[in-house]
């Protein structure tokens, strides 16, 4: 292939990632991005396998690679429930870490093959190349291993927090600054490989500290750095492609991560600094649930009033992603909107365990677009709400991150569910969210519990409704 066809297929390509991500910002053209997405890894991909003018031999290694990968990525795919979602892209963030890791280190050891040099003589450019995007990828495999055993409550998801964790944090940064520009000057292997240590080890120290409620944006910012260690290795390799994908995915998930710490009313520097889940202990609550009244109901009771309700505003959480509720939710409110309720869907920015979660299980359901809101659009319905169905979203509308300046979602801001006149509250227990933290709106007046599976007590008042 000659240099002028392989610029011309690199650059299509690189249009259609542009476009992919442009649809991808909507749910309404999220399907046709990401066959813009496929269409331009695919062109990626053939056309740089048509340059490499490798032997017969290299493309049957290159082609059962893709069926071996293909394959198991296939039935990961098909397996895998809605609710390990955030946890299966937290794994994947890892093996594209670990990708750059593994470029890094053949590119130093067979710089040959790249075109770089040779062994102690390779060009002081891709050094520099090398080693960062190594850097960034061991982060980026170890953060997000952390990330992973977190959402899937192999480890707590509490802050983890040691006393001088910011300035052990600050030391090993600096250490690895260092290594790297001792290993540009001398190009020693220990120096590449120690710092490679230090960038696995803080990797892990900047995401333990980050508790459960903020791990949506966690899983965010590990994306944007899957995509500059993809940018930095496509320096090494010279693949201009590779370089503007990772750049792409580099800046789109650090614009993502900054818009939800607005939302937060969180720092990106925080994040950045793995101080983003604060210092640590949950608040400190008045009293406990053993002491406190809870009103119980039943399905009937939510039946009765949300028929003669106005107004009904839905708030999906995790709970019901767990439970798969989102098409018996779909059917209530179809029934409710037949008998003239206004019925609106509140989505608060980190409600589930990655960004767009809730948006992608009401899309499944074919709820309509202009159904679902953001909760700066919704927040200030809740005060003529007569209703508030709160299914398995917890942290999210806790109204100790507005008063309890000790709770670790303290300045968080929240849907403000409390402001309706009855709020229906869908659990199983009266376990905490995944922060960690008990919510005093499961005690207030105005709040009545309904215990069970958020589908099974879903389709018990659709039921009652019908009958």
């Known amino acids: 292939m000659s240099l002028s066809l392989m610029l011309i297929s690199y650059l299509v390509s690189a249009v259609c990632f542009i476009l992919a991500l442009r649809g991808l910002s909507s749910p309404e053209t999220a399907q046709k991005g990401n066959k813009f997405a496929i269409a331009g890894m695919t062109l990626a991909i053939l056309t740089t396998l048509c340059a490499q003018g490798m032997q017969f031999t290299g493309y049957i290694w290159i082609a059962l690679a893709v069926v071996i990968g293909g394959f198991i990525g296939t039935n990961i795919a098909k397996k895998i429930p809605m609710t390990a979602l955030p946890q299966l892209v937290a794994a994947f963030h890892s093996l594209v870490g670990m990708a750059a890791v593994l470029v890094a280190l053949t590119s130093l050891l067979s ?7 040779v062994v102690g003589a390779i060009n002081l450019s891709s050094l520099f190349e090398m080693s960062l995007g190594a850097a960034i990828g061991a982060i980026t495999f170890s953060g997000s291993v952390v990330a992973f055993a977190k959402l899937q409550g192999l480890i707590s998801g509490k802050p983890l927090i040691f006393p001088l964790q910011h300035k052990l944090n600050a030391t090993i940064g600096a250490l690895i600054v260092m290594l790297i520009a001792l290993f540009m000057a001398t190009e020693f292997h220990t120096a590449f490989f120690l710092m490679l240590i230090l960038a696995f080890a803080i990797g892990f120290l900047l995401i333990l500290p980050i508790g459960g409620a903020d791990m949506p944006v966690v899983i965010s910012m590990l994306n944007s750095y899957s995509g500059w260690a993809a940018a930095g290795i496509g320096f090494t390799l010279g693949n201009t492609l590779l370089i503007i994908t990772g750049a792409l995915v580099g800046a789109s998930g650090a614009i993502l991560s900054y818009i939800m710490c607005k939302a937060m009313n969180r720092s990106i520097i925080s994040v950045v600094l793995g101080g983003f889940g604060g210092d640590g202990a949950s608040s400190a609550q008045s009293g406990s649930s053993s002491d406190k009244a809870v009103k119980a109901g039943s399905p009937e009771d939510a039946a009765f009033i949300m028929e003669n309700a106005s107004k009904v505003i839905i708030v999906p959480g995790y709970g019901m ?9 779909r059917e209530l409110a179809d029934i409710l909107k037949s008998k003239g309720v206004e019925v609106k869907y509140a989505i608060h920015p980190v409600a589930g365990r990655m960004p767009g979660h809730m948006n992608v299980l009401l899309a499944e359901a074919n709820v309509p677009y202009d159904e679902v809101f953001e909760l700066e659009e919704i927040n200030h319905e809740f005060a003529t709400a007569d209703v508030a169905y709160v299914i398995g979203a917890n942290d999210v509308t806790n109204p100790l991150a507005k008063t309890d300046s000790s709770s670790p979602i303290y300045g968080m801001p929240i849907l403000d569910v409390n402001k309706a006149k009855t709020v229906f509250f869908v659990k199983r227990s009266m376990a905490s969210g995944y922060a960690g933290v008990e919510n005093p709106l499961f ?20 039921q009652d409704i019908t009958e």
């Open 111 to 117: 710089p040959e093959t790249y075109g770089i040099g």
């Open 321 to 329: 992603a767990v439970a798969q509720a989102q098409h018996s939710l």
């Open 443 to 462: 005690f207030a007046d105005n709040t009545i519990m309904l215990f069970g599976d958020a589908k099974k007590v879903t389709e018990e008042i659709v």
